[in-house]
């Protein structure tokens, strides 16, 4: 069994993760910032196309306005990620992401309310391992990592929170 410290600590970790993921959200969200870190590496390229997997299930479902918007968010993370590294494509890109997250969590907290707000955290967390990156290994790794995490949390939600009535 988990004993309460070991609980406690954990959740205080997460939270602190929260925190800062909240924080470094809120500076970035009005400049480039680019990172000496970030370059062009192929399996970032590859994470970014990832981001498609979430209009698979957009598409069974006939919601295009979640497959047009699933398509706008994988083009202008792959343009940040990939092709315009440290340009203006950085901020295009956050916004666009603040937009879809919105608007995925607006889908599926009908059906899934808890769950869709709990996943903050490890959306967080994974952004902010992310963003913590300090070498060019690092980044490309931390960074994949959190668009396969998407690649699997975005149809996740999709799935079994806004088309769960569907049963796609």
Not at 61 to 80: H, R, Y
Not at 118 to 126: I, R, V
Request: proline residues 4%; aromatic residues 14%; contains cysteine.
């Amino acid at each position: 069994t988990l004993r309460p410290e070991i609980f406690l600590a954990m959740l205080l970790r997460s939270v602190d993760e929260l925190r800062h993921g909240l924080c470094t959200l809120s500076r970035k969200l009005f400049e480039v910032d680019p990172q000496s870190h970030e370059h062009q590496n192929t399996l970032v390229g590859v994470s970014c196309l990832a981001l498609l997997t979430a209009a698979l299930p957009a598409y069974y479902a006939n919601d295009m306005a979640m497959v047009l918007a699933t398509l706008l968010m994988t083009f202008t993370s792959l343009c940040a990620d990939y092709l315009f590294i440290g340009t203006v494509w950085n901020l295009i890109d956050r916004w666009c992401g603040i937009a879809y997250a919105l608007y995925m969590y607006a889908l599926a907290w009908p059906n899934l309310p808890l769950l869709s707000t709990l996943n903050a955290l490890p959306l967080l967390g994974f952004l902010s391992f992310s963003r913590k990156s300090k070498t060019r290994e690092e980044w490309s790794f931390r960074h994949s990592l959190w668009h396969f995490f998407l690649a699997v949390d975005m149809p996740f939600f999709l799935v079994f929170g806004a088309y769960a009535d569907l049963g796609i």
